[in-house]
């Protein structure tokens, strides 16, 4: 499936980030939710990219945020019936490579406890359990992981 950078600002990309937002707004209250709005995705410090079937139907997506010292994966969504298939991996890589082709060399994110696959997900693609970071406070309802990029180099370069 190709996963390809692309503006998040297209009508079948907002249709799928609309899905990802009422998806958390029926696990999470509003106060514990940190997604970036369709201008915040437009920057030029963010790497957006999207999941398309073989019908060119937008199926999943993914941003990373590129700070001074580290990304930030946000708005990693797969929809359900193209779940299973490999995408968010897919997804996932294609960021890792763009950001450490950026310069970033560690990337973090934050999600919620009650979003079990999702961790199990960055579990099984090598993301750790950390402390908060940014500007996010500590908070029950959220789950900070991070991972180095270092490893990105060595498996891109084979």
């Keep these: 499936m190709p996963i390809t950078q692309e503006s ?5 990309v907002i249709a799928l980030i609309a899905e990802l937002d009422a998806y958390q707004d029926s696990l999470y ?38 700070h001074e010292t580290f990304g930030e994966v946000k ?9 299973g298939k490999g995408v968010a991996q897919e997804i996932i890589s294609a960021l ?9 060399r ?16 960055y579990e099984g693609q090598g993301y750790a359990r950390r402390a908060a970071f940014g500007g996010y406070p500590e908070h029950p309802l959220s789950v900070f992981m991070g991972k180095s990029l270092s490893a990105a180099a060595t498996i891109k370069d084979n």
Excluded: H, I
């Design 8 to 12: 998040p600002n297209q009508p079948d």
């Design 29 to 66: 209250p509003a106060e514990v939710r940190y997604s970036l709005d369709l201008a915040s995705l437009c920057k030029p410090n963010v790497l957006f990219v999207v999941a398309r079937d073989e019908q060119q139907v937008a199926v999943g997506c993914g941003a990373v945020v590129l």
């Design 75 to 83: 708005r990693m969504y797969v929809k359900p019936e193209a779940r």
């Design 96 to 104: 890792e490579t763009m950001a450490y082709d950026s310069g970033c």
């Design 106 to 121: 560690a990337l973090m994110l934050e999600t919620g406890p009650y979003q079990a696959a999702a961790l199990s997900f």
